[in-house]
């Protein structure tokens, strides 16, 4: 699936939206008021701030632009685009300039690093290939489970999770330091014999030489040896519980070292009937450092309500569930409410999806009182064309005699910009010329002036 998305470009936009209520907007106004600035326009008729971001992704090449608006009118925007094979990023502020700027290309790092820019294979399969892949899952999972075939198995346990009992298979097996160092010996020559591991660092991804590849190799031999001579007389040993329904699926998995019963990590999860639930507990010498607990009732398919409740070092987080349904279960997109509580406060949080999209919003009420409403919408689409800037034609900020920004845009310019945006902003023609004036001062004639350089 990972390898078709890279092939065929992904496209995902975010817009990030926050409206005000009234009386957030009543309360601008006022402190605007007191501080004699009741000339920022928009600022007093603040009624919504947004945020956009539009990525494209294919290979090796990335490109997006991000774009700030008040009360829905564009304030200034900023595009971008990179070619992380060639090590070059590109990036324009529309209202400036067409122009694309870069800062940092692959010119420069060969200049700096003495390398050639990283010809990156954009195609993950020839790294590896989903067959090689499993085949190194499958050759060391054996390579484990022949390790480990010591299990002690419990058919139909009874498993309590909350308030539900379901019966499980239990594997059980302990793990002693002897064990343990028979299981990193039987890796380290596993991998030492492993012609596919090799060709991959060494051929493919060109992360090392064959001989750093063998030198590293005996590096974790001798690394491993001191950790085992300097390990204590004293035995240490680990017993590890994994819970397996009827159908062979994990549904939990504990480990607790027996010499000191009071440090466990525990999770596990459950279904009776319509009723879900599952718990996370992490002991340390008896006490609970961690604790997770989610109950859910189904009330149809892949729709939920119930309670998720975190409890960490005496603080605690819940939420109420309500109408939660899975829309798109791949991307994790939900539809339903959340109501959660956070330090005596709570969000409500609702959530709206299709297949290619996610919204949430949130009303923000801090101590009573209601500022407004937060949106974030996501959407993403499959497929995408990119188109790269022209590297000889962009402006080098970092070139050789270089003159920035005067080289890229003269002052005249740059000081309207400043202007645009400020009044975009809400500030009267006027403030916003005195400003923008200052502005384009401070830029030529100060902070670049060859005398603060």
């Known amino acids: 699936t990972y390898l078709d998305m890279q092939k065929d470009g992904q496209a995902a936009k975010t817009d990030v939206i926050f409206d005000l209520s009234d009386e957030a907007t009543e309360m601008l106004s006022s402190v605007l008021a007191e501080s004699d600035m009741e000339n920022m326009g928009a600022l007093n008729n603040l009624e919504q701030v947004k945020l956009t971001v539009d990525a494209k992704v294919k290979d090796s090449a990335v490109s997006g632009n991000i774009l700030a608006a008040i009360n829905e009118k564009e304030v200034i925007s900023l595009d971008m685009a990179a070619d992380y094979n060639a090590m070059d990023v590109f990036f324009r502020i529309p209202g400036l300039s067409d122009q694309w700027m870069t800062a940092v290309n692959g010119d420069d790092m060969v200049e700096l690093t003495g390398e050639s820019p990283s010809t990156s294979i954009t195609d993950m399969s020839e790294i590896i290939t989903p067959e090689e892949l499993e085949s190194l899952i499958i050759k060391y999972s054996d390579l484990y489970n022949s390790y480990v075939s010591d299990v002690t198995i419990e058919k139909k346990e009874e498993v309590a999770i909350s308030d539900i009992t379901v019966n499980y298979t239990v594997a059980e097996m302990t793990l002693d330091s002897a064990k343990m160092e028979e299981i990193e010996n039987g890796f380290q020559n596993a991998i030492k014999e492993d012609e596919l591991l090799k060709e991959i660092v060494v051929d493919r991804l060109k992360a090392m030489t064959a001989e750093e590849y063998e030198e590293s190799l005996s590096d974790s031999d001798e690394t491993a040896d001191e950790e085992i001579i300097g390990e204590s007389d004293e035995p240490q040993s680990l017993v590890i519980r994994t819970y397996i329904d009827a159908k062979g699926g994990i549904r939990g998995i504990s480990a607790s070292n027996p010499e000191d019963s009071g440090d466990e990590v525990h999770f596990v999860i459950g279904q ?163 400003l923008a004036a200052e502005f384009g001062d401070s830029i030529y004639n100060s902070y670049y002036s060859e005398d603060d350089w």
């Not at 960490?312 to 829309?327: C, H, P, R, Y």
């Not at 188109?387 to 920004?405: C, H, Q, R, S, Y």
């Open 272 to 434: 009776d009937e319509a009723e879900i639930r599952a718990e996370f507990i992490a002991l340390e010498e008896s006490e609970e450092t961690l604790r997770m607990d989610i109950a859910l009732t189904e009330k149809d398919e892949k729709t939920y309500d119930g309670t998720v409740s975190v409890v960490s070092d005496g603080e605690e987080i819940s939420a109420e569930i309500s109408d939660l349904t899975v829309v798109n279960e791949k991307k994790g997109y939900m539809s339903g409410n959340i109501s959660a509580k956070i330090d005596e406060q709570t969000f409500a949080l609702a959530l709206s999806a299709d297949d290619n999209s996610q919204t949430a919003s949130c009303d923000v009420v801090i101590e009573g009182t209601n500022y407004g409403k937060l949106t974030i919408t996501s959407v993403d689409e499959k497929g995408a064309e990119i188109t790269l800037p022209d590297k000889a034609e962009a402006f080098d900020i970092n070139g050789e005699d270089v003159d920035f920004p005067n080289d890229y845009v003269d002052q005249d310019k740059m000081t309207a910009f400043a202007k645009e945006v400020l009044m975009s902003v809400g500030l009267d023609e006027e403030t916003s010329d005195e």
